[in-house]
């Protein structure tokens, strides 16, 4: 099985930036698409941010030119630079990861247990 730990979530004032990390471990014989997701109180899970192994990434409108994914393919870890954040970014954040475990040949979705993330004054 694959199992997942985010850190870097916590308390920020408006216009500041924190950076999230998701380290992915178990028996994994490959990962393709990493990608890191929201839920607002009240509101439905949304994709932030997307990387598959080779290609270009994807945004959410609302955190283009303010949000940067990236991963480390050697650590099996995916990072959320998150900049100049407003009080709508507050959430609970969640990394998701498409692998393909050790003991099969189909890839299947994990999700880790979620980080809070709130911009206050």
């Known amino acids: 099985q694959v199992q997942l730990v985010e850190s870097g979530g916590g308390l920020v004032q408006p216009g500041g930036s924190l950076r999230l990390s998701c380290a992915a471990s178990?028996?994994?014989?490959?990962?393709?698409?990493m990608a890191w997701y929201r839920q607002a109180p009240g509101k439905q899970r949304e994709l932030v941010a997307s990387?598959?192994?080779?290609?270009?990434?994807t945004y959410v409108d609302s955190v283009k030119g303010r949000f940067t994914i990236s991963r480390d393919n050697s650590k099996n870890t995916v990072f959320l630079q998150m900049n100049s954040l407003n009080v709508e970014d507050t959430a609970v954040y969640y990394c998701?990861?498409?692998?393909?475990?050790?003991?099969?040949?189909?890839?299947?979705?994990?999700w880790g247990q979620g980080t809070q993330v709130t911009v206050s004054s």
């Open positions: 178990g028996s994994i014989f490959s990962i393709n698409s």
């Open positions: 998701y990861v498409l692998a393909t475990p050790r003991d099969d040949i189909r890839p299947s979705g994990y």
């Open positions: 990387i598959p192994r080779g290609g270009s990434t």
